[in-house]
Antibody, heavy 114, light 107 residues
């Protein structure tokens, strides 16, 4: 069974960074792209970017190019997303997903507040 | 970026009815369109991929159709568990883009 287990909720202060994780079981992340998506409170879904864990290649949506940094560790079958220079507008649930979004993590709530 | 215009934003229907949700892409996305169902507090669940292919385990009352720029999700014989928000996603080109969502309420 494929499972994506995301790290717990984060509370970050404005201007700081947080690093989220997404650990995959039942599937080798070398064989897929890892996508990240966010969902602001009461809003729709927004694609942030994706990483190819096999080689580290990344593609970002323009608005997230200076906000998000995607990495992956194939030895632990885990992907990461660092969000930098946090602002209140970054408050959202962040999801990871693989295999053309057939499998999703449970989401990590990031709250930005001083 | 490809814009996905989804309609309606919300709809209310009765058990057993049939409903349709539409997504209009700002350019041809060559059937690279998926549909998701999301319930409150949960992750999205893939229903349909490549415009009309039913994901394993998804009830056959869900179906997708369309081509070019126009796509639709049809739900036959609504059941209470179908109350949710539905999103489309174009994965034809980066950046991938989602429709704004359709909230389906059961009367």
């Amino acid at each position: 069974e494929v499972q994506l287990q995301q790290s717990g909720a984060e509370l970050g202060k404005p201007g700081t960074s947080v690093k989220l994780s997404c650990k995959v079981s039942g599937y080798n992340i070398r064989n897929t792209y890892m996508h990240w998506v966010n969902q602001r409170p009461g809003k729709g879904l927004e694609w942030i970017g994706r990483i190819d864990p096999a080689n580290g290649n990344t593609i970002y949506a323009e608005k997230f190019k200076s906000k998000a940094t995607l990495t992956a560790d194939t030895s632990s079958n885990t992907a990461y997303m660092q969000l930098s220079q946090l602002k209140s507008d970054d408050t959202a649930i962040y999801f990871c997903a693989i295999e053309w979004f057939a499998y999703w993590g449970q989401g990590t709530l990031v709250t930005v507040s001083s | 970026d490809i814009q996905m215009t989804q309609s309606p934003a919300s709809l209310s229907a009765s058990l057993g009815e049939t409903v349709s949700i539409e997504c209009l892409a700002s350019e041809d996305i060559y059937n690279n369109l998926a549909w998701y169902q999301q319930k409150p507090g949960k992750s999205p669940q893939l229903l349909i991929y490549y415009a009309s292919s039913l994901q394993d385990g998804v009830p056959s009352r869900f179906s997708g159709s369309g081509s070019g720029t126009q796509y639709s999700l049809k739900i036959n014989s609504l059941e209470s568990e179908d109350a949710a928000t539905y999103f489309c996603l174009q994965d034809s080109e980066y950046p991938y883009t989602f429709g704004a969502g359709t909230k389906l309420e059961l009367k």
